[in-house]
């Protein structure tokens, strides 16, 4: 077929690929490049990516630096696959880790390389935490996301998720989460008492897993205080805390980790997403070293550690976290979002629209998920790829890369403005 009449033809993902595709059905274009916060489609267009790969796509597309390391490490002949054998790849990225992130954090942990995507982390640490207690439950929040294989999906909430399970979603338990019973209801008090009361039905669960933000929830941040109780219930039930830090970690939500604002020191951390820093599969386990009691190969996997991730994840390491800058400027522009997210706020405000977010997670709740797609829709027709989250897609995810400069933010944001007022 001639180009011209192949450009942003959707017909071979309608023949060919299931049902199951999502994202190229809310965004109907091919794309087929992309630069930093800009994707391009096939016709040339230019689309303000606010979605950044839900959120795998911190320092935006492309990074050229990072790119030059991948292509480096290629023209070397560096190792693309060695199951788990030691590589100087892996070596790299482990001690560059402990320097630049762990070690000025007061931080000790092992590094456990699981399958390459964040449910295969979720899985891992699940696995881990009920052989290290020789319990079976695990304690997950109303709202959370932690992934869609089972044991992951058993601890997520999503209705639509759970629902295409097909078999019992089993050992787990859900709590509320900081704020479910509105701001004045702090929900810790009744962890602390069910866990306290051995008849209130619910037993003690190995671990309990938990978002700092939860993102695909709803944009709810909780906050420092409900955090450092939850910490502080684990130690006190002896129950293990594990951090899921998926979407909110590797600078999202302003640090590092998400967690450092409430000074947690979690027994396992778990990191995907942006953690190869240019949206190659890679994901992590940090655990306490006194969990470390796995046999060897016991929990095993094709690709553990992918190393040409292993080595744009350390370049990103060198690049983005030997200094403060990145994380002043995701305060900065965190900040600027949420201003400019409650002025579009302002004009739907008979509908009640609201905005709520850390760092460069922020949310704009439609309370309905028709009046949030209405807008979203509108934001795609005029180049911006935003996408909703929430128990009923109610909220507008609002997710740039990290690094975008102000001038492409300011013009996704007055795009939405614009799609907002129009709808509202
Ligand atoms: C995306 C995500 C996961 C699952 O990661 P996959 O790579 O899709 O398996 C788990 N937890 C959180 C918080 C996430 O955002």
Redesign the pocket.
Known sequence: MPRESRANSLLAFENLESNVRSYSRSFPVVFRAAAEAILEDEDGREFVDFLSG??TLNYGHNDPDLLKDAINYLDSGGIVHGLDMATSAKREFMECVDAIILRPRGLTYKFQFPG???????EAALKLARKVTGRSGIISFTN??????LG?LAVTGNRYYRDAAGLPLAGAVFMPYDGYWGADNDTSDYLDRVLGDASSGVDLPAAIIA?TV???GGIHPATKDWLRAIERLCKKYGVLLII?????GCGRAGSFFSFEFADLSPDMV?L??SLSGCGL?L?LLLLKPELDVWRPGEHSGTFRGNNLALVTATAALQKYWTNEKLSQCVTESGHFVSERLQQAAQSGRYHGLTVRGRGMMQGLDCGSGKLAGEIVRKAFEYRVVVERCGSEDQVIKVLPPLTIDRETLQRGLDILDKSVRETV
């Open positions: 839900a959120g390459p995507t964040g449910a295969n982390a979720v959370g996301f932690h992934g869609v294989s992951a978002e939860q993102a695909e899921d830090d998926i979407q909110a778990l995907s997403k599969p994901s």
